[in-house]
């Protein structure tokens, strides 16, 4: 009886819940899927139609063919791919052997260290660059894919909190022992903790691979020559200018640009919200 | 000859290889580092004292860049802007809570609302650009939407165009675009809420509302208070909605987006980081206030558990590599 009293009082609530639920939904999807309808249009649908008015032919992929061929995203993809596959690498393993050392090895500046990093993640990037930029001049690093991926692995901090938090969690004991065997600093760590890292590495990774195809700010500066060095993100800054107001044509681009986003995170929504908690709560 | 020979000992033996491992993992991400972030820095400090472009002939000034600082009418006053991004972050927090604690119960298509709301976080700056631009356009799909709830286009002001409210249409596409991510965050702090302490208030009695109450909230105030506080840092260096949709144009210039233009665009490099070090310090005093706030805050709440100084600081370790995260994902811009 007194669940049934319960019940009637929660109806209000459950409304106002789904309600809630449904608008906000709403309002996160609506700008996307207004982009999506318009990339589907004809040039002369999206004349006459107004913006939420629904395509004709859900098939029409004009638009995206010549977004695609326009903002040159074959170039940009490739560069993109091998921006993402070389700054993965490179702060994987510069990001877990750094953790390796901070985490395993007592040693007078251990602390500065970290305070270092801590401190320069701070520093906010976009008034960083007025210098940055100077150096990568004297650096012949403008126009360089090979600069645009050192910078980006330079000012990244975020893994190295993630792999020292996970190293805490590994026992010592694994380290000792390898030790009394005889294995060499090197052994203990490409061998025994490299692969204990391996839930640690994939979060990071998804987190870092997310934000690296995004990255625009830096990748505008440094990488100026817009044919030659697009990346997916960049390639959009095509549409600025005179195709400024094809509309159907940038929603055409912008949908292929989010795409790639859009599959991760399908296929990887777990581990992306437990690697976003990661450095917050647990505990 | 014998001394050789101790030396090559020493190199196999066990402190000469700690040494050599600690040398070799070390030096690059220390070169990167110093290379990247601290030269910068130091350079950044030195250029706002030179009347400059990056190349060709430079000229000390002293403190003039500073001074021009605060007198130029697009400097410094700038940062007024910061307060509509303030507004907009604790709106974007309170809707975050709001969804995350209805989320954390059972609900029919949970994880389908959650993932919608989130995917915003996870498209690239510029494209949210275009997508706004896009969508305030006049007759577009934010009018049609408001006409379709009995709004007049006549009576709908210029959503970018209008100084009365355009800074309101940008600080609402960054809590469009963030509100997810902390909407999954503040899951995250209530999923970690041990269980028995829910399973004990039910025993008790407790229904929904009290358990909100009593147990999520006091459980979860430390982030709540954490992104508070850091979002007055985020909105003092606002930049990426304007920046990317209306490039700073009809007052909406924020205090970097000008600074951008003032380095990049008109390369006044002394006078940009002249900018870029006034706001570093102010950055910097409110992180140091935060801490001390923090200190003050929960040495007086856990005095008597001995262990609390010791999670606190943990805690405060994990905010930052949060903050971190959060700038790394969302580009060098906050």
Known sequence: MESKVFNIKMIPWIIVKYLSLVFFSFVAVLPVVSCVITAFKTEEEYQTTNVMTLPQNWLNFDNFIQAFTKAGMGRAFVNSLIILACVLFFSTMIGTQLAYVLDRFQFPGNTIIRNLFLFASLLPGVAMQIAVYEIMYKLHFINSLAGYITVMCGTDVISIYIYIQFFENISKSLDESAIVDGASYFTIFYRILFPLLKPAIVTSCILKGVGTFNEYYMANLYLQDKKKYATVATSLYTFVGPLGSKYNLICAGVIIALLPALFVFIIFQKQIYSGLTAGAVKG | ?334
């Open chain 2, 1 to 334: 000859m014998k001394r050789k020979r101790t030396l090559g000992e020493w190199a196999r033996s066990r402190d000469g290889q700690r040494l050599f491992v600690m040398l070799a993992f070390m030096i690059i991400p220390l070169v990167l580092l110093f290379v990247f972030t601290y030269l910068p820095f130091g350079e950044m400090f030195g250029y706002s004292f030179y009347n400059m472009k990056y190349t060709g002939a430079r000229k000390f000034v002293g403190w003039k860049n500073y001074i021009k600082v605060f007198e130029r009418d697009d400097c410094f006053k700038a940062l007024r802007l910061s307060l509509y991004y303030m507004v907009g972050s604790v709106v974007q927090l309170a809707l975050a809570l709001y969804l995350a604690t209805v989320l954390s119960f059972k609900v029919k298509g949970g994880s389908l609302f959650k993932g919608m709301m989130f995917f915003p976080f996870l498209i690239n700056g510029i494209a949210v650009g275009f997508i706004f631009k896009f969508f305030y356009t006049r007759g577009f799909v934010f009018d049609t939407v408001l006409q379709w709830c009995g709004f007049q286009l006549d009576n709908l002001p210029y959503w970018l165009r209008d100084q009365r409210i355009n800074n309101w249409s940008l600080v609402g596409t960054s809590v469009w675009r963030y509100f997810g991510q902390n909407m999954v965050l503040f899951i995250g702090a209530i999923m970690s809420v041990d269980n028995e302490l829910y399973e004990a208030a039910k025993l008790d009695g407790a229904n929904n509302r009290q358990l909100l109450r009593y147990i999520i909230l006091p459980s979860i105030k430390t982030i709540i208070t954490l992104n508070v506080i850091l979002s007055i840092t985020g909105s003092l260096s606002a930049f990426e909605p304007p920046y990317v949709i209306t490039d700073g144009a009809n007052g909406t210039g924020t205090y970097f987006v000008i600074m951008h233009e003032i380095a990049h665009t008109q390369q006044k490099v002394g006078l940009a980081s002249a900018m870029a070090i006034v706001l570093l310090i102010i950055i910097l005093l409110a992180t140091l206030l935060q801490k001390l706030f923090f200190k003050y805050v929960f040495r007086s709440a856990e005095d008597e558990d001995p262990n609390a100084t010791a999670r606190r600081d943990r805690r405060l370790a994990r905010l930052s590599a949060r903050q971190t995260v959060k700038a790394a994902v969302s580009g060098p811009e906050v």
